[in-house]
């Protein structure tokens, strides 16, 4: 049996922290609940707002995904995509929950279902996947191919995950190749081309990173042209 592959496992982890650093931005300001508020859960829907659910929804399916994928090697895929979605479920409640001490965020059952909505759709994806052994081999031959193996490599491949993810919402700045400047500084073209800058400087760096995994070098022009298109 091949060695295991760490990659479901960083996935699981550091995708877990970004969405707690996601859900309970800015960390600040904490107040108890006015007395009398009901738990979320019992309150009244919110209004239906189709982006935030869609953005709920992108945002946990990737955590579904890797959590199926870390354990559906020692427990029957079906029972690791239930488990999977039972985590990511107990997950986002105690977000929405701790948000109800953060008067600048709402806690929404709306929310909620769309995020275990989003966890249930990666970890259907990844039982689909894990279930077809032939899909699995080839997944993990053109992995071992393109890429530098072991754990170092795995933790360069969760690192670049992030990044992707990250720019479902570009207001969140950590690994952020976006720029949104407010009024009072778009009208100065010295702080939008500083900025431009910035952003042009942050992607080269991530497509330097990118050519340090790639066991070839000769596919960084593809690759690189992925991303941008990407």
């Given at each position: 049996m091949p060695p295991r592959s760490t990659l479901p496992h960083f996935l699981t982890a550091l995708y877990a922290l970004l969405i707690v650093h996601a859900s309970l931005q800015p960390f600040a300001g904490w107040l108890p609940p006015v007395p009398g508020t009901p738990f979320f859960l019992r309150a009244p829907w919110p209004r239906f707002n189709l982006p935030d659910v869609i953005i709920n929804v992108l945002a946990y399916a990737p955590l579904g995904l890797a959590a199926t994928w870390m354990s559906g090697r020692d427990a029957s895929v079906g029972r690791a995509a239930l488990r999977a979605i039972a985590w990511c479920a107990l997950l986002s409640l105690a977000m929405e929950w701790a948000q109800m001490y953060l008067p600048v965020r709402r806690a929404s059952t709306i929310d909620w279902l769309a995020n275990?909505?989003?966890?249930?759709?990666?970890?259907?994806?990844?039982?689909?996947?894990?279930?077809?052994?032939?899909?699995?081999?080839?997944?993990?031959?053109?992995?071992?191919?393109?890429?530098?193996?072991?754990?170092?490599?795995?933790?360069?491949?969760?690192?670049?995950?992030?990044?992707?993810?990250?720019?479902?919402?570009?207001?969140?700045?950590?690994?952020?190749?976006?720029?949104?400047?407010?009024?009072?500084?778009?009208?100065?073209?010295?702080?939008?081309?500083?900025?431009?800058?910035?952003?042009?400087?942050?992607?080269?760096?991530?497509?330097?990173?990118v050519a340090l995994l790639l066991r070839r070098r000769e596919y960084f022009g593809v690759v690189a042209v992925l991303f941008i298109g990407g």
């Open positions: 275990v909505s989003g966890a249930a759709i990666g970890a259907c994806l990844a039982a689909s996947i894990m279930s077809r052994p032939h899909w699995r081999r080839r997944l993990r031959r053109w992995r071992e191919e393109a890429f530098l193996g072991g754990r170092l490599g795995d933790f360069g491949l969760t690192l670049l995950v992030l990044w992707w993810v990250m720019h479902v919402n570009p207001a969140i700045a950590l690994f952020a190749a976006t720029f949104q400047p407010d009024v009072a500084v778009a009208i100065d073209q010295a702080t939008v081309l500083l900025e431009a800058a910035q952003t042009g400087l942050n992607f080269l760096g991530v497509l330097l990173f």
